[in-house]
């Protein structure tokens, strides 16, 4: 079965950093464009980055660009998003998403397939 893990959710101060990692398993990791959602409570669902599955094409929200990288290692099956210049605005569940696409990336959390549990980031101030 796919299953997708996230990892290295935690607290944080403003003006710190964190690395979010993603590990897929049961699927073709290179056939999907891979994403970083987040939800803070009483929130829609938004897209925070995502990433080809060559990483030629990146997106990134316009709340995160500037601070956040995304980034993915295929021989890891692995994405990553480091978040740099934290803000308590960026406290929400973090999830990580795969599209089944070959190319570009999908920002709409409709379009994809398979999601992590999620993992928390809490940003103090």
């Known amino acids: 079965q796919v299953q997708l893990v996230e990892s290295g959710g935690r607290s944080g101060q403003a003006g710190g950093s964190l690395r979010l990692s993603c590990l897929a398993s049961?699927?073709?990791?290179?056939?999907?464009?891979m994403a970083w959602f987040r939800q803070a409570p009483g929130k829609e669902r938004e897209i925070v980055a995502a990433?080809?599955?060559?990483?030629?094409?990146?997106h990134y929200a316009d709340s995160v660009k500037g601070r956040f990288t995304i980034s993915r290692d295929n021989a890891k099956n692995t994405v990553y998003l480091q978040m740099n210049s934290l803000k308590p605005e960026d406290t929400a569940v973090y999830y990580c998403?795969?599209?089944?696409?070959?190319?570009?990336?999908?920002?709409?959390?409709?379009?994809?397939?398979?999601w992590g549990q999620g993992t928390q980031v809490t940003v103090s101030s």
């Open positions: 998403a795969a599209a089944r696409l070959t190319g570009g990336v999908d920002v709409s959390p409709t379009g994809h397939d398979y």
């Open positions: 049961g699927l073709t990791f290179t056939n999907y464009c």
């Open positions: 990433i080809s599955w060559s990483s030629i094409t990146t």
